[in-house]
């Protein structure tokens, strides 16, 4: 997770004392981490060795499992094309299964203003009294499109704009990961265009870089032809 650094002091906080809401709402900008975030959350609160710093080791069983495709611990549900009254109902009747190998059973509701008004209210009753074992992570970029029934019930983390210095960092990091070479002024440009989205930022970066061709480096003119924007020094003259 980058740039969010309270929303991950408090949840590395809960995993490391124990105490989970059963309802988490995630809200802000695109490209912000709050996908990111609920599946490391998600992995945290069924890792057996993340008591010590509440952080997932990653390499045991359950890490795993949880990365795998044949998981069935953490639940995934698009709410733009899964937004009916028939869609929740059939998870409020699955919610009672326990986890096959974790404590908890994740379920992951992104884009949950999409759903409608009864779906809302077939959820509401599950959020009120769900099993011991169910933890559900609600992920939105419109907050105030969700009714007040439902965000009484969530704990609330909201996700602030990374700053530049982030994004660069990061896309510096990503960047000599791969081998790659970069201009400085580029990072900044597409930083500066990505408007707090580390999401769009990295999908930025990786056009410039295949705008390159087979030389693995980002420049400063091609970075300014790619994003269709000009020079500072052409717009001041």
Known sequence: MV??????????????????????????????????AAKIFAAAINCPNSG?????????????????????DVIEIDAASNNGVDQIRELRDKVVYPPQHGRYKVYII?????????????MLKT???????????????????????????????????????????????????????????????????????MRDALSMADMCLSYEGERPCITYENTLEVLGTMDRGFLFD
């Open 3 to 36: 740039g969010q650094e309270y929303v991950r002091k408090t949840l590395r906080s809960q995993v490391k004392t124990g105490r989970i809401s059963h309802a988490y709402l995630f809200c802000g900008l695109r490209g912000t981490g709050k996908t990111t």
């Open 52 to 72: 010590a710093d509440g952080e997932p080791c990653g390499v045991c069983p359950t890490c795993q499992m949880l990365r795998s495709e044949s998981n069935l």
């Open 110 to 122: 992104d884009e949950v203003h999409m759903l409608t008004g009864s779906a809302f209210n077939a």
């Open 127 to 197: 959020l009120e009294e769900p099993p011991a074992h169910a933890v559900f992570i609600l992920a939105t970029t419109e907050v105030q499109k969700l009714p007040a029934t439902i965000l009484s019930r969530c704990q609330r983390f909201d996700f602030k704009h990374i700053s530049m210095a982030d994004i660069i960092t990061r896309m510096k990091t990503v960047l000599d990961d791969l081998g790659a070479g970069y201009d400085e002024r580029a990072l900044s440009l597409i930083a500066s265009v990505a408007d707090g989205g």
